[in-house]
């Protein structure tokens, strides 16, 4: 046997944050959080892009009423897109059913216009309405209302900000869209979901042992992961609607990195029931797992290509981790990263372009994204601590994990590193994001 252990990827202030590399490890004492406030999250976007478009969003009428600021959410989606940036909209309030002066916004030098009102109903329930207008054309785009219980205010501003970015950029936006991540709070860990921004965040799990390593499956309903409640990793899935959950992998030594096969018939991890660290694959029903990896070394986190051809692993089988990719059958092994004497955690954009992955340069670990199709590699951070990339379901934007004033934080950024957003909230430490699909 290859005498490396997973945890020798990683010293071990990293390991518990690092989906996957814990296969063979029997305990997890290196997980330490700050208790996290939960009241609000900040979004703080910085950064300047080359090309984005000028949008003024006015206060939409009855806002100040509201329980939700809705037209400072959807400001806060767009710009944390990378695609928009905020005009100058003070003045008097317009809805959806104003016809606004566009030379007026013209001068302001915006290309679009969004308006709106949010009203509360009768019965408790609030009205949420919305117009985008082409200003340059002077064009009315048309709008979008929502009748939503005030616990879906926020969710009706995410479907407004995917309407306007979809309408002014041709592609879905993913802000209704939602995340998982994991806490650590006391001594109790936390696995929760949470809107795209990190706001809203309900607790899926609560566990006095770590939990690790959340995999949305492929509709979105279900989220697998990792607990060490029996004292070892096993796998389990958590069906997001009903709250219940059904053990997947529990088997002799570790059991750990599960990814979901994008058919979400199957998941492909980390099993050590062989003796060493190797990739076995496991139908999403449970049952017995096949080998797909044959090698001495340790072959961990597992990531599928979108068409569900192809897995993306790490191994240290060539002397130190790197990304390597393989058929979904097990064959044909070859490397992919080859800048750089270590490289983990790999991720592939939903439409198969890209692959973000952390790579360490002088003992920082750093994101770093991939053009797959050019094989060309780019660190997008100036940070030192970055950890457990995913791409947004549009893969426009990719959320990680890493550590700001020595502290975790988690953070969004465009595939250029020019736009990245801090989600944390105030005194809060979070980690292991994963991006989950599109709302079917």
């Not at 309900?202 to 006095?208: F, I, K, M, N, T």
């Not at 499956?217 to 409640?229: C, H, I, K, R, T």
């Not at 053990?247 to 099993?271: E, I, M, Y």
Request: net charge positive; with cysteine; aromatic share 8%.
């Amino acid at each position: 046997m290859h005498s490396k252990k997973p945890d020798s990827f990683l010293p071990a202030s990293r390991l518990a944050g690092r989906r996957g590399l814990i296969a063979g490890l029997t305990g997890l004492g290196a997980l330490a959080m700050v208790p996290p406030s939960w009241a609000q999250f900040r979004v703080e976007v910085s950064g300047v892009g080359l090309t984005q478009l000028p949008i003024a969003i006015a206060a939409f009428r009855g806002d100040a009423q509201s329980p939700q600021k809705i037209a400072a959410i959807v400001q806060a989606d767009l710009e944390r897109s990378g695609q928009f940036r905020a005009v100058d909209a003070s003045g008097n309030p317009l809805d959806e059913s104003s016809r606004p002066d566009l030379s007026v916004w013209r001068q302001r030098a915006a290309d679009s216009l969004l308006t709106g009102s949010v009203t509360r109903l009768a019965d408790g329930r609030y009205d949420v309405r919305c117009r985008l207008w082409d200003v340059v054309r002077g064009q009315d785009l048309g709008g979008q209302s929502y009748v939503v219980p005030q616990s879906d205010l926020r969710l009706s501003a995410h479907r407004i900000a995917d309407f306007v970015y979809e309408k002014l950029t041709g592609e879905k936006g993913v802000f209704s869209t939602r995340i998982a991540y994991v806490t650590k709070a006391g001594t109790r860990y936390n696995l929760w979901v949470a809107d795209s921004d990190g706001e809203g965040a309900q607790s899926a799990l609560a566990s006095p042992e770590p939990i690790i390593s959340p995999s949305w499956s492929p509709n979105g309903s279900q989220l697998a992961y990792v607990s060490f409640e029996s004292r070892k990793p096993v796998i389990y899935a958590h069906d997001v609607a009903s709250g219940k959950r059904r053990l997947l992998a529990n088997f002799r030594g570790s059991n750990s990195a599960p990814a979901w096969s994008p058919d979400g018939n199957q998941l492909v991890a980390t099993l050590s029931r062989d003796g060493g660290s190797q990739l076995y694959a496991i139908a999403a029903a449970g049952g017995e797992p096949r080998r797909l990896t044959q090698s001495a070394s340790i072959d961990t986190e597992p990531a599928f290509s979108p068409d569900g051809r192809s897995i993306y692993f790490v191994s240290d089988r060539g002397g130190s981790p790197q990304i390597y990719r393989m058929g979904a059958s097990g064959s044909n092994v070859e490397r992919v990263t080859f800048t750089g004497s270590y490289n983990i955690s790999p991720a592939i954009s939903p439409d198969g372009r890209w692959l973000a992955y952390i790579s360490r340069i002088g003992g920082a670990f750093k994101l770093h994204v991939m053009e797959l199709g050019k094989g060309t590699a780019v660190a997008l951070t100036d940070t030192s601590g970055d950890e457990s990339p995913s791409f947004a379901p549009n893969s426009r934007l990719i959320v990680y994990a890493t550590q700001q004033q020595g502290r975790e934080a988690l953070l969004t950024t465009t595939l250029d590193g020019k736009i990245k957003a801090r989600l944390t909230g105030s005194t809060g430490d979070i980690r292991e994001p994963d991006w989950g699909p599109f709302q079917k």
